[in-house]
C-alpha cells in the first residue's frame, strides 16, 4: 500500500457526462500528480500541482481540469466524456517535486 | 524530445534467466531515471532508479545500466523468477522551476515461465 488513496476505484458513465475522481496524497507529501494510462497510450502524465499550486502540465485536454485543496487532496475534474476518456486513472504524490513519486491504485473510468 | 523510448514490449524468460529491458532518451535535461513495476490492477511502484552521473546502480537481483553518451539505460532482471512477472515501465524526470514531470516509456510485459 503506497498510501495514496484513490475513489471511486471503478466508475462508468456515459459520454457528454462530467466526473470526478479524488486523490488523498501520503501524510507529508506537497506534491500531487495526475497520469492518465491507457492501452495504447501508455502513462501520460496530465498535470502536476505543489501546496496547492499548479506547477506542471502535460497533455491534459481542454475538458479535463484539476485542483489541489488546502488540505492537499487533489481532484481531476472530466467533462464532456468521450468514449476515448475510457481509461485508467492514477493520481500519485510526494513529498517535494525532487523526491520518489509513490502511485495510488488507479481509478477505471469506462464511457459508454 | 520528451519521449522515452521503451523496448521491448513484450518478454518472455524462462525462470532463473535474465531479463533485459532497455530504453532510450533524447533530452539531455533528464536529471532521474526511475524504473517502475506493475502488477495487474495495482499502480505503479518504484522499483529501482538512478541518476545521471552514476553507470551502474544494483539492488539485489536488479540492476540498473546507464549510459550517458548514448542516452541509453537498461533495466536487467538477474535470476529471474515468475514473481517478477509484471509490467515494468522506464521513467525520465523532467525537473526545472516550475514543476516536475516523470515521463515514462511506455512499457514492457515480462513473463516468467516456470
Known amino acids: 500500500d503506497s498510501g495514496v488513496t484513490q475513489t471511486p476505484k471503478h466508475l462508468i458513465t456515459a459520454t457528454g457526462q462530467r466526473v470526478t475522481l479524488r486523490c488523498s496524497p501520503r501524510s507529508g507529501d506537497l506534491s500531487v500528480y495526475w497520469y492518465q494510462q491507457s492501452l495504447d497510450q501508455g502513462l501520460q502524465f496530465l498535470i502536476q500541482y505543489y501546496n496547492g499550486e499548479e506547477r506542471a502540465k502535460g497533455n491534459i485536454l481542454e475538458r479535463f481540469s484539476a485542483q489541489q485543496f488546502p488540505d492537499l487532496h487533489s481532484e481531476l475534474n472530466l467533462s464532456s466524456l468521450e468514449l476515448g476518456d475510457s481509461a485508467l486513472y492514477f493520481c500519485?504524490?510526494?513529498?517535494?517535486?525532487?523526491?520518489?513519486?509513490?502511485f495510488g491504485e488507479g481509478s477505471w473510468l469506462t464511457v459508454v | 524530445q520528451q519521449q522515452v523510448k521503451q523496448s521491448p514490449q513484450s518478454l518472455i524468460v524462462q525462470k532463473g534467466g535474465i531479463s533485459i529491458i532497455n530504453c532510450a532518451y533524447e533530452?539531455?535535461?533528464?536529471?532521474?531515471f526511475p524504473w517502475y513495476q506493475q502488477f495487474p490492477g495495482k499502480g505503479p511502484a518504484l522499483l529501482i532508479a538512478i541518476r545521471p552521473d552514476v553507470s551502474e546502480k544494483k539492488e539485489g537481483r536488479f540492476t540498473i545500466s546507464f549510459n550517458k553518451s548514448a542516452k541509453q539505460f537498461s533495466l536487467h532482471i538477474m535470476d529471474s523468477q515468475p514473481g517478477d512477472s509484471a509490467t515494468y515501465f522506464c521513467?525520465?524526470?523532467?525537473?526545472?522551476?516550475?514543476?516536475?514531470?516523470?515521463?515514462f516509456g511506455k512499457g514492457t510485459t515480462l513473463s516468467v515461465s516456470s
Open positions: 533530452n539531455t535535461a533528464f536529471d532521474y
Open positions: 500519485a504524490s510526494s513529498v517535494g517535486p525532487s523526491n520518489t513519486i509513490y
Open positions: 521513467a525520465a524526470r523532467l525537473a526545472n522551476q516550475a514543476g516536475t514531470a516523470l515521463i
